[in-house]
């Protein structure tokens, strides 16, 4: 599959590029970041996969998060793909910023009008992955994934649909329990059609109380005071529940900021919320966490 670079930019010894390439999945043009760290020229790299939240492109990961000299340091490649099919022409699919375009929650729609061109779980768990190792430097078998917000959905459901395919899995702030919350109703209402049963299969609480023993290393950080928690979108609380109860390992922390002010500013300095400020912040925590597991 032709593949056509849109940008190039030298980061770290390293190269962060954007290509583009016509998708047989979402029958529309995708385009994808990828960082080949400098390791990537003499020899096979592992690759880890980024998911981004509502709204996001390629570039938001690329040009906010601030990961690429951990991940020069680590030898690994960094794929980061478009979050939604574009361009399809769909009727409603620009209305919203929660559904539709750059709201795709990696799921394979089943209802008209979306099914055609809405199946980002298909792409990111096969048609990417086969693209990436066909023209570049990868190992097939190091692989592991992370995300935020609707990505960290995406990644966890990923992960935990296909034991063994991915070494580890990070979130931040991911939506947890979709079935459960306005975000994720309105997004597999839509997408699914009304059978509730049919949006447990994308659901990663749900999915934990069902899946096989894992030895999957789940990572979360989560802003102690991020918008979309207190607004009941991201449900945490029921994963951790449910990663509890099947025993399945999963370090989860709340992050608040740290307060040196003068007593009499008490409560003047918030906690982290949903931002790319956020994950910049932690963003090498979770570097380390999979090239403890891609490079073992």
């Known amino acids: 599959m032709a593949l056509k670079q849109v940008s190039s930019n030298k980061c770290f010894d390293g190269f962060?590029?954007?290509?583009?390439?016509d998708s047989a999945e979402l029958k529309c043009k995708m385009k994808f970041g990828i960082f080949l760290p400098p390791k990537a020229e003499t020899g096979k790299c592992p690759v880890l996969y980024w998911l981004s939240g509502l709204t996001c492109t390629e570039q938001n990961f690329i040009t906010k998060a601030g990961f690429h000299q951990a991940a020069a340091e680590h030898g690994l490649?960094?794929?980061?793909?478009?979050t939604s099919p574009r361009g399809c022409n769909i009727e409603g699919e620009?209305?919203?910023?929660?559904?539709?375009?750059g709201a795709g929650f990696y799921v394979d729609a089943?209802?008209?009008?979306w099914k055609t061109n809405y199946r980002m779980y298909s792409y990111i768990k096969d048609e990417l992955p086969k693209l990436i190792n066909a023209n570049f430097?990868?190992?097939p078998e190091r692989m592991s994934i992370f995300g935020h917000s609707m990505g960290g959905h995406g990644a966890l459901i990923l992960a935990l649909k296909n034991p063994g395919k991915y070494k580890s899995v990070s979130a931040f702030a991911p939506i947890c329990n979709p079935i459960q919350c306005q975000w994720g109703k309105k997004a597999l209402g839509g997408y699914l059609g009304s059978d509730v049963s049919k949006w447990?299969?994308?659901?990663?609480?749900?999915?934990?109380?069902?899946?096989?023993d894992s030895h999957l290393d789940i990572l979360i950080d989560q802003g102690k005071?991020?918008?979309?928690?207190?607004?009941?979108?991201?449900?945490?609380?029921?994963f951790i529940a449910a990663c509890t109860e099947r025993k399945i390992p999963v370090v989860f922390r709340l992050q608040q900021a740290s307060c040196f002010c003068h007593p009499a500013l008490l409560g003047c300095c918030f906690g982290y919320d949903h931002s790319y400020f956020f994950i910049a912040t932690f963003?090498?925590?979770?570097?380390k966490h999979h090239a403890k597991y891609l490079n073992a």
């Open 16 to 21: 962060q590029k954007v290509f583009e390439h």
């Open 77 to 82: 490649i960094v794929v980061a793909p478009d």
């Open 94 to 101: 620009d209305e919203s910023w929660d559904f539709g375009t």
């Open 110 to 113: 089943t209802e008209d009008p």
């Open 137 to 139: 430097p990868t190992d």
């Open 200 to 212: 447990e299969a994308y659901d990663a609480t749900q999915l934990v109380k069902s899946c096989p």
């Open 225 to 238: 005071d991020d918008q979309f928690l207190s607004a009941g979108q991201l449900l945490p609380d029921n």
């Open 283 to 287: 963003i090498n925590d979770h570097i």
